[in-house]
């Protein structure tokens, strides 16, 4: 939401009194501008709009039928798919079924796996991300990850990959709800590109799931990212060049410790981790890509609108 914040444009975010799930609002994390507004849940369904925004299967199914009045529900609508499909990997069906809505994929991987059919308009924006003006240090011969919740989240995230790495290699672990598997706690995200750039290298044990967003943080501060040669990692991280992937565990274990062993190796690795990130994960072309989406699936429902009420004085006519 933060990095989506960044387009010119306003987005309306609903909130109840008990800021439940979906209802939270701003929070105080993230240095949000004047453009995320909080309106209570209530009052959305007297409320104009020019687009709907769904951001999982909850919005979709369950909060768009309590929150929107029916004439907000035929608005132009877009749904932003996140992750991989939690059921079966590629015999999975997403569960938007109706055509008039825009779906936007945030990998390219995530589009070839789902089961997009019957969605004419889909769609892949690749994430772009801003960070504070944070220059790598790696003087801290370890590595970081950042996972939250990574041991009740089990092997989808790498629970046991990052277990039996720690026993070769000295890592540190961040996130929320870390403190209890031998990490160290949440760092906030405005101080977290400063806290990771004092590492060696960071640390991707996730086996599936979309590219992280603290992976494309940690490139942009100039570190060399290990990583499974999973999803869409491998597209990214060039190995041996920008960083290592590999499905071999052991593999991935050496070239850690070879990059804690040397720190010239690990800072020209970053370097050019650095530069692919600034060129593919750049927040202009990230916020026009969607500001193309917006508008095109407004223009599109606008042009639909006309030819039905056209149809319909046609009908009326004869």
């Known amino acids: ?9 306003d987005i309306f975010i609903p909130v109840t009194e008990q800021r439940t799930e979906g209802y939270y609002g701003r929070g105080e994390t993230f240095p949000f501008g004047d453009n995320i507004i909080e309106i209570p849940a209530e009052e959305v369904r007297n409320m ?3 687009c709907i925004l769904f951001q999982s299967e909850r919005n979709f199914l369950i909060d768009q039928h309590e929150v929107l009045a029916e004439w907000q529900k035929q608005l132009p609508r877009v749904y932003v798919e996140h992750n991989t499909p939690e059921k079966h990997p590629t015999n999975t069906r997403h569960v938007l079924n109706d055509p008039a809505v825009t779906m936007v994929h945030v990998t390219h991987f995530n589009k070839l796996m789902w089961d997009n059919s ?3 308009d889909v769609r892949v924006i690749e994430h772009g991300v801003c960070i504070p003006p944070v220059a790598y240090q790696g003087d801290i011969p370890r590595g970081i990850v950042v996972i939250n919740h990574i041991e009740q989240r089990g092997r989808i995230t790498g629970w046991d990959v990052f277990e039996e790495v720690r026993k070769h290699v000295p890592l540190d672990l961040i996130g929320m709800g870390t403190l209890q598997s031998g990490g160290l706690g949440e760092v906030l995200n405005p101080q977290l590109p400063d806290f990771i750039s004092h590492y060696r290298f960071f640390f991707n044990p996730i086996r599936y799931t979309s590219f992280g967003l603290a992976v494309c943080e940690a490139m942009m501060t100039g570190m060399p990212v290990v990583a499974l040669a999973t999803t869409e990692y491998v597209t990214v ?13 052991e593999k991935l274990i050496d070239k850690m410790n070879t990059l804690i062993a040397d720190p010239s190796l690990a800072k020209s690795m970053g370097a050019m981790a650095r530069q692919v990130a600034l060129e593919k994960f750049n927040i202009q072309r990230f916020t026009r890509e969607w500001e193309s989406v917006f508008r095109d699936t407004i223009l599109r429902e606008s042009i639909q609108l006309n030819i039905r009420n056209h149809e319909k004085e046609n009908s009326i006519y004869q």
């Open 1 to 9: 939401m933060y990095y989506l914040s960044q387009g010119d444009y």
């Open 237 to 249: 991280i060039k190995d041996g060049k920008s960083g290592f992937i590999d499905t071999n565990i």
């Open 118 to 120: 019957g969605i004419p």
């Open 48 to 50: 104009q709009f020019d």
